[in-house]
């Protein structure tokens, strides 16, 4: 194929991507609007802690005498993602360290729920760069549902089996 084609098709690729992404965060936001109904519900004339200090898990409903009004959680995503930068450099912090403790911190998160911070620990464990966990590696791609994810895994796994650089091709 010519390579506009197939930029095209990766450009258009994408943007369908993109689009999906889009609409499945309006329908999760528009989810969420519509829970405020089953929320706790704190008694009026109650004081009610600085808005920071609710936890993003449990949002307040405040009841008047005259309508239940839904007090949205403070964390949202822009939190989420400072969150999420915030621990993917903390990984990469420990992986500058030579310790077993550093190694087993990183390998920890590659369970994390979240997918960012997963993909952020499989690039520490290869920053670390420790030969020894490419078997490791290849178990957990091995167990991994998703694809695309077995496949960054599998990449990983293979940089870090690579000779060491200088090191003549055929001796080890």
């Known amino acids: 194929?010519?390579?506009k084609v197939v930029a095209t098709i990766l450009l258009l690729a994408f943007g369908a991507l993109g689009v999906v992404v889009l609409i499945s965060r309006v329908f999760h936001h528009e989810e969420g609007r519509e829970a405020a109904g089953n929320l706790p519900v704190a008694q009026a004339g109650t004081t009610l802690p600085p808005e920071n200090d609710f936890p993003a898990s449990a949002p307040l409903a405040v009841a008047s005498d005259k309508a239940t009004v839904a007090i949205p959680p403070v964390i949202q995503e822009?939190?989420?993602?400072?969150?999420?930068?915030?621990?993917?450099?903390?990984?990469?912090?420990?992986?500058?360290?030579d310790d077993s403790d550093s190694l087993n911190t990183i390998w920890a998160e590659l369970?994390?729920?979240?997918?960012?911070?997963?993909?952020?620990?499989l690039e520490a464990v290869v920053q670390f760069g420790d030969r020894s966990v490419v078997p490791r590696l290849r178990e957990l791609a091995a167990q991994t549902e998703d694809p695309a994810e077995a496949a960054s895994i599998l990449a990983a796994a293979d940089h870090l089996d690579l000779p060491p650089l200088g090191e003549p091709h055929g001796t080890q």
């Open 1 to 3: 194929m010519r390579p």
């Open 78 to 97: 822009t939190n989420h993602a400072d969150y999420v930068s915030e621990r993917i450099a903390e990984l990469m912090e420990l992986a500058m360290n």
């Open 111 to 121: 369970s994390n729920p979240d997918k960012e911070i997963r993909q952020g620990a």
